[in-house]
T-cell receptor, first 109, second 111 residues
Framework: DVKVTQSSRYLVKRTGEKVFLECVQD?????MFWYRQDPGLGLRLIYF???????EKGDIPEGYSVSREKKERFSLILESASTNQTSMYLC????????FGPGTRLTVL | DAKTTQPPSMDCAEGRAANLPCNHS???????VYWYRQIHSQGPQYIIH???NNETNEMASLIITEDRKSSTLILPHATLRDTAVYYC????????????FGKGTLLTVNP
């Protein structure tokens, strides 16, 4: 079974902190994705990567950056966390279909 | 990617078939229909996808109309654990592999 793991299920940070969300997949997929999910807004794509060191902006990249140094790992970075980045963050990797991680619920105080 | 329209909610009795509709009237020739579901507090889970032929797997069946403007996901014998939000997505599966999730249908399976 494909496994997509995320470093934390719950995270609490303060405004202005730098936040790293890590995602690892074990199926050698080339494509990886970061989404955020908010009530009433559904899943929105932040960034995706189709190869090591390659990245493309999704629909809402502002305030985020990403890093893909190894094929299995895709990191989402909040350079200076703000309260409006409080959300559920979901990582996915894809072959024919997308496999999602369990999500990280981030609260920024 | 083409837009999809789904009812916001549906109910189904346990043991009965659940039929979830989706309209995608602007679908283009190279776009697939994907279905995912999300159980509360979990990440979305892939169910099934198809291009123009009907598809079946161990979880569900996907019926796509001949003009491909709509489709129906069928859960043949719904259980309480099938209560979830079901998303219908169309995507070309091209080099960017993006999937755009709408608001989906909340299916509630009742005992």
């Amino acid at each position: 079974d494909v496994k997509v793991t995320q470093s934390s299920r719950y995270l609490v940070k303060r405004t202005g902190e730098k936040v790293f969300l890590e995602c690892v997949q074990d199926m050698d997929h080339e494509n990886m994705f970061w989404y955020r999910q908010d009530p009433g807004l559904g899943l929105r794509l932040i960034y995706f990567s189709y190869d090591v060191k390659m990245k493309e902006k999704g629909d809402i990249p502002e305030g985020y950056s990403v890093s893909r140094e190894k094929k299995e790992r895709f990191s989402l970075i909040l350079e200076s966390a703000s309260t409006n980045q409080t959300s559920m963050y979901l990582c996915a990797s894809r072959d024919n279909e997308q496999f999602f991680g369990p999500g990280t619920r981030l609260t920024v105080l | 990617d083409a837009k999809t329209t789904q009812p916001p909610s549906m109910d189904c009795a346990e043991g009965r078939a659940a039929n979830l509709p989706c309209n995608h009237s602007t679908i283009s020739g190279n776009e697939y229909v994907y279905w995912y579901r999300q159980i509360h507090s979990q990440g979305p889970q892939y169910i099934i996808h198809g291009l123009k032929n009907n598809e079946t797997n161990e979880m569900a069946s996907l019926i796509i109309t001949e003009d491909r403007k709509s489709s129906t996901l069928i859960l043949p014998h719904a259980t309480l654990r099938d209560t979830a939000v079901y998303y219908c997505i169309v995507s070309s599966g091209g080099s960017n592999y993006k999937l755009t999730f709408g608001k989906g249908t909340l299916l509630t399976v009742n005992p």
